[in-house]
């Protein structure tokens, strides 16, 4: 039997035989193309060559891609699980033709490929063209020796293929597979069965789908083609489905090995194959960037996850099993994907992280759902505000409660479901300020024009205005003012909103902030002096302030590509805020960095910084900035047109926000702290320009103030303090021993003023009983050695406080010892006192206790309890 391996093996030499480049799958998180949650076909990371916007040094590729398919125009989550060839995760055998060779290589290839390669069974297979190609039904008839009963005509729903709602498509021409076992699949062509299935897919790609949904022609034909590896491996391995192939059977035999349940075909294998699915898709997903969260696809890996936690408890796997899958996967897909071993221990930590952090509300779920089910009949409905809870406060994606739902056959109400979605989105949504009444209106204008890219001081007019009802600290009303056309930057993407001053004749204006309110350029502002009214006025920024702004913001950009060089592609911007005094920078990655990441860090930012790129801005078709490469930040929408921010080739991002003129300007850099701030996302503050330069002057006086203390140079002082500490604590010891010595020389005054005891049995017993402050359990037992051969006939009780414990040593002398008399017999109830026990020779016994506060108590009793003991 081929091997999975050895069919991907050949499908690549295969097409490197007719001249094509073997390059490697693109990441199955896009990074450039916010329009995409996840890699859904081959060509996608060909999409700018299409389009006319790229090139490549080849005009020939092949390769196998991670596609993964939840979401968007092409989704089969439903499938999984349910039939034996749809998956989240999978790869696409791929070959391209960038107006290289067209329609009839392409067809002949996969022909020979399938029919004399795999030798798959002429008989077995249909082919499908688009209605209206006759061209490719021609070809075809050539190739294959078929008729026009074996090549069938589609419409565009099955031989028109699209990328999304946007971007390159064309009319395309299938390989179908018929495992009818009378080869009698000619109806089921494309009507979802399982029997017969599509295997490949060429496409000739020869238009773009416009946003307004008209198509235009490309500027060049081009050849697309995919087939599914994993339907490849089932067909020539002749199984019935692709789990069967020996690319599913370790993972499902690990599931039946951890959870005891055996694999089975049929409808209870379905727990299996679901996790089997699903781990491929969370592993690929994390390794290529996307970290469970609670947005875009953030969260379709979370729901993802959390749907293969529920399958696995199915079959009594209760506690996190998933990350356990890794090495299987590993073993599997190492060798082709060298990101998986590269990243295993950190995803397997994020895996097993997110699975134990779901296990308990799993828990709590479901007993909430059966509440919910109790008394609902076959066909009843689970209300929107069940499920709603089921969301909000268990974390249960909607996808899995409809699951169990229809597992039970029930159903949800979807549309109150989202009903309840909505009203909580809108009570958490922040009060914002609208620009609706009240307002004093001097001129006609809307959508002031920005022109503080260029310009820190323009003519403006005052628009409108109106007081806020809030006071600036010096008692004075702030109004809201809009202009005619503004140089103050309006908050957003992180950067803080300008502040400045209007001046006119009449009068002067101070403002304190630039907001957005219902995408108006808002500026607070209040009166110094005279009256707000229209006409001319001249608008100042504060330069300083925006000045150290620009350095901040234009920093975080280096340091976003240089987090990507130093901890990997999986790092994303979640989050920045970037003020005069600092810059800060949320990012995605899963474990603290290290000092030398943080150096590195600091190092390729200030390289960049003196390298001295000049900044380019363009605005451009979001298009063909995302053809050109630029960083865009996922969940962000972004408008038709939008602005490209570049540094050198370093840096390429989409930004609103205002930056220096070249990287140089920055000045310096330094990061000041790096810390978690929820799972799985770290967050990085410090600062630029002079604030980094005043931040290194502070480091340097205190490295001055430490070594003037130290009284050595600089360089010595690591080398100082250890010496300091090393001799710290020999003094420390040292003063121990003499503590303790010291205790000794007590002894006889101790002996001279014990009190004597006598009864009819004893004359004479000396009684030692005494409480000792600041000593140890050692030189308590010190003492008590000590005290033995000069006492006499004497009993002696020693107590002190160590280390926050009670400690008590009790010591008898030989002779009455001899007579019956032992350590142990006094010291238990002495030590009972102290909340603790002991014991030891009858001649000495040490005790501890939890209690010291009762220390005096029982040193007082001692006594007693000696006496008792003498009879
Ligand atoms: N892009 C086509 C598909 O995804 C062929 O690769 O089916």
Same mark, same amino acid.
């Given at each position: 039997?081929?091997?999975?391996?050895?069919?991907?093996?050949?499908f690549?030499n295969?097409?490197?035989?007719?001249?094509?480049?073997?390059?490697?799958?693109?990441?199955?998180?896009?990074?450039?193309?916010?329009?995409?949650m996840?890699?859904?076909?081959?060509?996608n990371?060909?999409?700018?060559?299409?389009?006319?916007?790229?090139?490549?040094?080849?005009?020939?590729?092949?390769?196998?891609?991670?596609?993964?398919r939840?979401?968007?125009?092409?989704?089969?989550?439903?499938?999984?699980?349910?039939?034996?060839?749809?998956?989240?995760?999978?790869?696409?055998?791929?070959?391209?033709?960038?107006?290289?060779?067209?329609?009839?290589?392409?067809?002949?290839?996969?022909?020979?490929?399938?029919?004399?390669?795999?030798?798959?069974?002429k008989?077995?297979?249909?082919?499908?063209?688009?209605?209206?190609?006759?061209?490719?039904?021609?070809l075809?008839?050539?190739?294959?020796?078929?008729?026009?009963?074996?090549?069938?005509?589609f419409d565009?729903?099955?031989?028109?293929?699209?990328?999304?709602?946007?971007g390159?498509?064309?009319p395309?021409?299938?390989?179908?597979?018929?495992?009818?076992?009378?080869?009698?699949g000619?109806?089921?062509?494309?009507?979802?069965?399982?029997?017969?299935?599509?295997?490949?897919?060429?496409?000739?790609?020869?238009?773009?789908?416009?946003?307004d949904?008209?198509?235009?022609?490309?500027?060049?034909?081009?050849?697309?083609?995919?087939m599914?590896?994993?339907?490849?491996?089932?067909?020539?391995?002749?199984?019935?489905?692709?789990?069967?192939?020996?690319?599913?059977?370790?993972?499902?035999?690990?599931?039946?090995?951890?959870?005891?349940?055996?694999?089975?075909?049929?409808?209870?294998?379905?727990?299996?194959?679901?996790?089997?699915?699903?781990?491929?898709?969370?592993t690929?997903?994390?390794?290529?960037?996307?970290?469970?969260?609670?947005?875009?696809?953030?969260?379709?890996?979370?729901?993802?996850?959390?749907?293969?936690?529920?399958?696995?408890?199915?079959?009594?796997?209760?506690?996190?099993?998933?990350?356990?899958?890794?090495?299987?996967?590993?073993?599997?897909?190492?060798?082709?994907?060298?990101?998986?071993?590269?990243?295993?221990?950190f995803?397997?930590?994020?895996?097993?992280?997110e699975?134990?952090?779901?296990?308990?509300?799993?828990d709590?779920?479901?007993?909430?759902?059966?509440?919910?089910?109790?008394?609902?009949?076959?066909?009843g409905?689970?209300?929107?505000?069940?499920?709603?809870?089921?969301?909000?406060?268990?974390?249960?994606?909607?996808?899995?409660?409809?699951?169990m739902?229809?597992?039970?056959?029930?159903?949800?109400d979807?549309?109150?479901?989202?009903?309840?979605?909505?009203?909580?989105?809108?009570?958490?949504?922040?009060?914002?300020?609208?620009v609706?009444?009240?307002?004093v209106?001097?001129?006609?204008?809307?959508?002031?024009?920005?022109?503080?890219?260029?310009h820190?001081?323009?003519?403006?007019?005052?628009?409108?205005y109106?007081?806020?009802?809030?006071?600036?600290?010096?008692?004075?009303?702030?109004?809201?003012?809009?202009?005619?056309?503004?140089p103050?930057?309006?908050?957003?993407?992180?950067?803080v909103g300008?502040?400045?001053?209007i001046?006119?004749?009449?009068?002067?204006?101070?403002?304190?902030?630039?907001?957005k309110?219902?995408?108006?350029?808002?500026?607070?502002?209040?009166?110094?002096?005279?009256?707000?009214?229209?006409?001319?006025?001249?608008?100042?920024?504060?330069?300083?302030?925006?000045?150290?702004?620009?350095?901040?913001?234009?920093?975080?950009?280096?340091?976003?590509?240089?987090?990507?060089?130093?901890?990997?592609d999986h790092?994303?911007?979640?989050?920045?805020?970037?003020?005069?005094e600092?810059?800060?920078?949320?990012?995605?990655?899963f474990?603290?960095?290290?000092?030398?990441?943080?150096?590195?860090?600091?190092?390729? @930012?200030? %390289? $960049?910084? /003196?390298?001295?790129?000049? #900044?380019? !801005?363009?605005?451009?078709?979001?298009?063909?900035?995302? *053809?050109?490469?630029?960083?865009?930040?996922?969940?962000?929408?972004?408008?038709?047109?939008?602005r490209?921010?570049?540094?050198?080739?370093?840096?390429?991002?989409?930004?609103?926000?205002?930056?220096?003129?070249?990287?140089?300007?920055?000045?310096?850099f330094?990061?000041?702290?790096?810390?978690?701030?929820?799972?799985?996302?770290?967050?990085?503050?410090?600062?630029?320009?002079?604030?980094?330069?005043?931040?290194?002057?502070?480091?340097?006086?205190?490295?001055?103030?430490?070594?003037?203390?130290?009284?050595?140079?600089?360089?010595e002082?690591?080398?100082?303090?250890?010496?300091?500490?090393?001799?710290?604590?020999?003094? @420390?010891k %040292? $003063?121990? /021993?003499?503590?303790?010595? #010291?205790l !000794?020389?007590?002894?006889?005054?101790?002996?001279?003023? *014990?009190?004597?005891?006598?009864?009819?049995?004893?004359?004479?017993?000396?009684?030692?009983?005494?409480?000792?402050?600041?000593?140890?359990?050692?030189?308590?037992?010190?003492?008590?050695?000590?005290?033995?051969?000069k006492?006499?006939?004497?009993?002696?009780?020693?107590a002190?406080?160590?280390?926050?414990?009670?400690?008590?040593?009790?010591?008898?002398?030989?002779?009455?010892?001899d007579?019956?008399?032992?350590?142990?017999?006094?010291?238990?109830?002495?030590?009972?006192i102290?909340?603790?026990?002991?014991?030891?020779?009858?001649?000495?016994?040490?005790?501890?206790?939890?209690?010291?506060?009762?220390l005096?108590?029982?040193?007082q009793?001692?006594?007693?309890?000696?006496k008792?003991?003498?009879?």
């Open positions: 039997m081929m091997t999975s391996k050895e069919i991907r093996k050949q690549l295969f097409f490197k035989s007719k001249d094509h480049t073997i390059v490697p799958s693109a990441p199955a998180v896009p990074q450039d193309d916010p329009t995409l996840f890699t859904n076909a081959g060509m990371q060909f999409k700018d060559v299409f389009l006319g916007h790229g090139s490549r040094k080849y005009t020939r590729a092949a390769d196998t891609q991670k596609c993964i939840v979401s968007g125009k092409h989704n089969d989550l439903e499938e999984v699980g349910r039939d034996g060839y749809h998956h989240t995760f999978f790869e696409m055998l791929g070959n391209w033709s960038f107006g290289d060779y067209y329609k009839k290589e392409a067809m002949t290839w996969a022909w020979e490929l399938l029919t004399q390669v795999f030798k798959l069974d008989e077995r297979l249909y082919i499908t063209v688009y209605k209206t190609d006759d061209q490719a039904m021609e075809w008839k050539g190739i294959s020796g078929f008729g026009e009963d074996r090549i069938l005509r565009e729903k099955d031989n028109f293929w699209e990328m999304g709602e946007v390159p498509c064309g395309c021409s299938e390989i179908h597979y018929d495992r009818t076992p009378d080869k009698s000619a109806k089921l062509v494309n009507a979802d069965h399982e029997d017969v299935i599509e295997i490949w897919n060429l496409v000739f790609i020869q238009h773009n789908r416009k946003q949904g008209s198509l235009e022609d490309l500027p060049a034909k081009h050849i697309d083609t995919g599914g590896f994993e339907r490849l491996t089932s067909i020539i391995q002749n199984t019935k489905t692709n789990y069967d192939t020996d690319i599913f059977l370790p993972i499902l035999n690990k599931v039946a090995q951890l959870s005891g349940v055996p694999y089975q075909q049929g409808p209870e294998g379905t727990p299996h194959r679901v996790i089997a699915d699903h781990i491929r898709m969370i690929f997903s994390i390794a290529d960037g996307a970290l469970p969260s609670n947005v875009g696809r953030g969260y379709v890996v979370r729901r993802v996850l959390r749907r293969a936690a529920r399958f696995g408890r199915m079959i009594g796997l209760d506690d996190a099993f998933l990350y356990k899958l890794l090495e299987t996967l590993c073993e599997l897909y190492g060798e082709t994907f060298p990101e998986l071993p590269g990243q295993l221990d995803i397997r930590q994020v895996i097993k992280s699975e134990s952090s779901f296990k308990k509300n799993l709590r779920g479901i007993l909430l759902f059966d509440e919910f089910a109790k008394d609902l009949k076959k066909g409905i689970i209300s929107g505000v069940d499920a709603f809870k089921l969301y909000d406060t268990y974390g249960f994606p909607v996808d899995m409660t409809n699951q739902a229809e597992e039970r056959g029930f159903t949800i979807m549309k109150a479901y989202q009903t309840e979605l909505e009203a909580a989105k809108e009570r958490s949504r922040e009060t914002v300020g609208t609706t009444a009240d307002w209106i001097l001129k006609e204008s809307d959508n002031a024009p920005f022109l503080g890219y260029d820190t001081e323009t003519e403006v007019e005052i628009a409108r109106r007081p806020t009802g809030e006071e600036d600290e010096e008692q004075r009303d702030i109004y809201q003012v809009m202009l005619t056309q503004t103050f930057y309006a908050e957003s993407g992180g950067q300008d502040c400045g001053t001046n006119a004749e009449s009068f002067t204006l101070r403002v304190l902030d630039t907001q309110i219902d995408g108006q350029n808002v500026s607070l502002a209040v009166i110094i002096s005279g009256e707000i009214s229209g006409g001319e006025a001249q608008a100042q920024v504060d330069s300083t302030k925006r000045d150290r702004t620009k350095k901040n913001h234009s920093a975080t950009h280096l340091m976003h590509q240089a987090l990507k060089d130093v901890l990997g790092v994303q911007q979640k989050g920045s805020m970037v003020s005069p600092l810059y800060r920078f949320d990012f995605s990655h474990e603290g960095m290290t000092a030398e990441q943080i150096r590195l860090v600091e190092t390729k @930012v200030n %390289e $960049k910084i /003196q390298a001295n790129y000049q #900044l380019v !801005t363009e605005v451009l078709p979001i298009e063909e900035a995302k *053809a050109k490469g630029a960083q865009a930040l996922f969940g962000e929408k972004y408008g038709d047109k939008v490209v921010v570049s540094m050198g080739d370093y840096s390429m991002e989409l930004c609103g926000g205002t930056h220096v003129k070249a990287t140089g300007d920055i000045g310096l330094k990061i000041l702290s790096e810390g978690s701030i929820s799972a799985g996302i770290r967050r990085i503050e410090g600062v630029t320009g002079m604030g980094a330069f005043n931040y290194i002057n502070q480091q340097e006086d205190l490295v001055k103030d430490i070594s003037a203390a130290l009284k050595c140079p600089a360089e002082t690591p080398e100082r303090v250890s010496s300091l500490q090393e001799k710290y604590k020999a003094l @420390v %040292e $003063k121990d /021993q003499l503590r303790d010595k #010291l !000794t020389y007590n002894a006889d005054e101790m002996i001279q003023s *014990a009190e004597t005891y006598s009864n009819e049995i004893y004359n004479n017993i000396k009684i030692i009983c005494k409480l000792i402050e600041g000593t140890s359990a050692e030189a308590l037992k010190n003492l008590a050695h000590c005290l033995r051969p006492m006499g006939s004497a009993v002696v009780v020693l002190t406080e160590a280390k926050g414990k009670a400690n008590v040593v009790v010591a008898v002398s030989d002779d009455l010892v007579r019956g008399i032992k350590s142990g017999a006094i010291i238990n109830p002495v030590a009972r102290v909340g603790g026990g002991g014991g030891g020779h009858p001649r000495l016994a040490q005790a501890g206790g939890k209690d010291p506060s009762k005096a108590e029982a040193i009793a001692a006594p007693g309890i000696v008792e003991q003498l009879g």
